[in-house]
């Protein structure tokens, strides 16, 4: 009988099953945690991540400050999602996104960028 190893990859947890034929098991070179996380795509980075611009801590349109980052979106105020020198760049909140969407300022979403 083939020795369970442990996961080549954190080493903590036991290699996950691969198959088994007959009275053998054969198993993984990694632990089922490990082989999910390796199949999940990281999410890509945002351009303006990338190019060292960070969210500002409160909306630059309407001034709310928000308990958490996820409340806040950065926008290409040019609509050009090459153009990240900080001028072009806005930190706005879900309310004040709704608004740039429905006022057409051309303003667009940086977060929805693919990286590449
Ligand atoms: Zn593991
Ligand atoms: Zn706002």
Known sequence: M?????????????CAVNYKRGDVTYYRSRCDGC????????????????????KKP???KCGFKSKYKEQLFVYYVDGNLNNNNPL????????CQYEVAREGLGWRQGDLVPDY
């Open 2 to 14: 083939q020795w369970r190893k442990l996961c080549a990859v954190c080493g903590r947890k036991p």
């Open 35 to 54: 082989i999910r996380k390796k199949n999940r795509k990281p999410a890509p980075k945002p351009r303006w991540l990338l190019e060292g611009y960070k």
């Open 58 to 60: 409160h909306c630059e």
């Open 88 to 95: 072009n760049l806005k930190t706005v909140c879900a309310n």
